[in-house]
T-cell receptor, first 110, second 114 residues
Framework: GQQVMQIPQYQHVQEGEDFTTYCNSSTTLSNIQWYKQRPGGHPVFLIQLVKSGEVKKQKRLTFQFGEAKKNSSLHITATQTTDVGTYFCAGRDSNYQLIWGAGTKLIIKP | DSGVTQTPKHLITATGQRVTLRCSPRSGDLSVYWYQQSLDQGLQFLIQYYNGEERAKGNILERFSAQQFPDLHSELNLSSLELGDSALYFC?????????????FGEGSRLTVL
């Protein structure tokens, strides 16, 4: 079936370093959403991207949707301890079903 | 607070048993989704209901079933439980049947099968 590949599975960073997670689909997506799940918590919606080449920013977070609408990325500048958690992308396929990436766990090194 | 309510929060049971997880969606949301998340794993989509009708099915085992009632709350029934069914079960709701709506997740029901 259709899959959205998300990498890396884990990323360890020092506080203040940047973090990026990538999602790739084999087919064109109608839109893509990003969610954050804090440790012990539930996924919380961050943003939705719809247009080809779209870039959106939320403070230190930058979200991009590729020109072909097959890939997306989330970049966090100067990570803080509050950024810890797992970031999931979820793309909507042509049938408007959400296909979830496996998530990238952001770990801040002590 | 997402507005989605799940009960129970925690459940411990034995292999072979049957449990029911309950979800009340946000007021006004017609779609309910069920997801399974095993320890430190991703979200496995189980099933979606929209306004009482099954809309989409994911990797839901035959031992599992769900329904959405006229008041829009949903129940996920898990039977003949196995150790591997131990997981966090999330319910999420959305206004839309499909399309662009974001999902609002409940806090989850943690099932432990001993």
């Amino acid at each position: 079936g259709q899959q959205v590949m998300q990498i890396p599975q884990y990323q360890h960073v020092q506080e203040g370093e940047d973090f990026t997670t990538y999602c790739n689909s084999s087919t064109t997506l109608s839109n893509i959403q990003w969610y954050k799940q804090r440790p012990g918590g539930h996924p919380v919606f961050l943003i939705q991207l719809v247009k080809s080449g779209e870039v959106k920013k939320q403070k230190r977070l930058t979200f991009q949707f590729g020109e072909a609408k097959k890939n997306s990325s989330l970049h966090i500048t100067a990570t803080q301890t509050t950024d810890v958690g797992t970031y999931f992308c979820a793309g909507r396929d042509s049938n408007y079903q959400l296909i979830w990436g496996a998530g990238t766990k952001l770990i801040i090194k002590p | 607070d997402s507005g989605v309510t799940q009960t129970p929060k925690h459940l411990i049971t034995a292999t072979g048993q049957r449990v029911t997880l309950r979800c009340s969606p946000r007021s006004g949301d017609l779609s309910v989704y069920w997801y399974q998340q095993s320890l430190d794993q991703g979200l496995q989509f189980l099933i979606q209901y929209y306004n009482g009708e099954e809309r989409a099915k994911g990797n839901i085992l035959e031992r599992f079933s769900a329904q959405q009632f006229p008041d829009l709350h949903s129940e996920l029934n898990l039977s003949s439980l196995e150790l591997g069914d131990s997981a966090l079960y999330f319910c999420a709701s959305s206004v839309f049947r499909e399309g662009t709506g974001e999902l609002f997740f409940g806090e989850g029901s943690r099932l432990t099968v001993l």
